[in-house]
């Protein structure tokens, strides 16, 4: 481990599995709201990114978006589906980074299901817009960082160990594996 853990007098690392992996990814995904939906993520290549809102999280811990079939990103989940989503809740905590596999398709029950009124913005003829496709990304493996007790309690331990030249993170993270299916 690096020097900023060895100093941490608290336990700030845990890997969470199944039920606790999922309410984790549950808990960071609706701070956040949207998310930086990352395809083409090739070694030593740059990867192509855009910010996207999470239409559903479901209790499998798969999440679910609406996409146009005619987008740069569902071209290019048919030449590779693994995708990385990207979550930021706040300036200091909740954040969420899951690699997944991608699949597409253009179910009109689970359309209608995910349907806002807002995304009349990029779909022009609403809930039956023809362009409109669902991606469900399964998430395969993740790591999160987040606060142990909350943002209050967090700032105080970070000022009161500046102030005394100690570490006093209130930070926790881990990897994070969820069966989806």
Not at 15 to 35: P, R, T
Not at 68 to 77: A, G, Q, T
């Amino acid at each position: 481990m690096d020097s900023i853990n060895r100093e941490q007098t608290e336990e700030n690392y845990k890997d969470l599995f199944g039920e606790e992996a999922a309410h984790k990814i549950q808990e960071l995904v609706n701070k956040a709201g949207s998310c930086l939906f990352c395809t083409n993520i090739r070694t030593g290549k740059a990867f192509a990114t855009r910010p996207m809102s999470v239409q559903k999280l479901d209790d499998n811990g798969n999440l679910w978006f609406l996409s146009p079939e005619d987008s740069n990103k569902n071209d290019e989940l048919q030449t590779d589906p693994n995708v990385q989503v990207l979550f930021q809740g706040s300036s200091y905590s909740d954040f969420l980074s899951l690699y997944g596999v991608a699949t597409i398709s253009k179910d009109k029950q689970k359309i209608k299901e995910l349907w806002q009124p807002i995304l009349k913005t990029w779909f022009t003829d609403g809930v039956d817009d023809a362009r409109i496709t669902v991606i469900r990304v399964k998430p395969v493996d993740g790591y999160y960082w987040d606060t142990k007790h909350n943002m209050a309690v967090g700032l105080i331990k970070r000022a009161v160990g500046a102030l005394v030249g100690k570490t006093m993170d209130d930070s926790i993270e881990g990897k994070i594996k969820v069966s989806a299916s």
